[in-house]
Every structure is written in C-alpha cells, then in structure tokens.
C-alpha cells in the first residue's frame, strides 16, 4: 500500500547498519529489507506510514523517521483545506526564514 508519494521522512544511514533485521520484523509494511550484504535497504519510503517502529527498535540508530510528520500532516493539511506549502499546526503559510527552511513551523 502507498500512502503519498515522497513525503515519508524515512531515512538509513547504511554505514551504521548491523544488519540486524530488527526494522525488518517491526515494520507492518515490509518497507525495509536486509539485502544480500546483510546490511537494511529501503525497498519502498512511499509505503511508509512513519509509525516509528524502525527506529524505536535500531540498536545502532541506524533508522529514523519523524514519527507521522510526512504522510500525516499530508492529509490532515488536504482534509483541512490548507495549502501544501501551509505549516502543519497553523492555518497560515509558513515564513521560511523564520522556519530555515524545514516544512513545519513547529
């Protein structure tokens, strides 16, 4: 299942990896796999739904995600009638210079 496509904030750092598989067994949408180096590899960051499983359970912290940021605020911001350049919390568009560029004034 895709949610939206490139808003997930999923992100492997390959070189802290162990290969452990433990974001492997946690995630519910088989978004990350071990590839044939026995190192996690991201197959598909649009089936993220950024519950935060991954890296909850990494031992290294190896995996993040900004829990709900990407696809959530996504639909809650479509639902609301906002614009997508719009903060996540306010109903005003966000000033990014006072943000320095990040995609939520929060």
């Known amino acids: 299942m895709i949610y939206l496509k490139n808003v997930a904030t ?7 990896c162990i290969g452990c598989g433990m974001c492997v067994e946690v ?3 088989n978004v990350i796999v ?12 649009d089936a993220c739904m950024e519950c935060g499983a991954c890296s909850r359970n990494c031992p290294t ?3 993040s995600v900004q829990v709900g940021v990407g696809c959530a605020a996504a639909v809650i911001n479509a639902i609301l009638g906002r614009d997508p350049a719009s903060c996540s919390c306010t109903l005003e568009p966000c000033d990014q210079t006072k ?8």
Do not use: D, F, H, M
Not at 10 to 16: G, H, I, R, S
Not at 37 to 45: C, E, L, P, T, Y
């Open 10 to 16: 999923l992100e492997l750092n390959e070189e802290k």
């Open 27 to 29: 995630c519910p949408q």
């Open 34 to 45: 071990i590839n044939g180096a026995n190192r996690a590899w991201i197959q598909n960051r």
């Open 61 to 63: 912290e190896a995996v």
């Open 99 to 106: 943000s320095r560029g990040k995609t939520s004034c929060c």
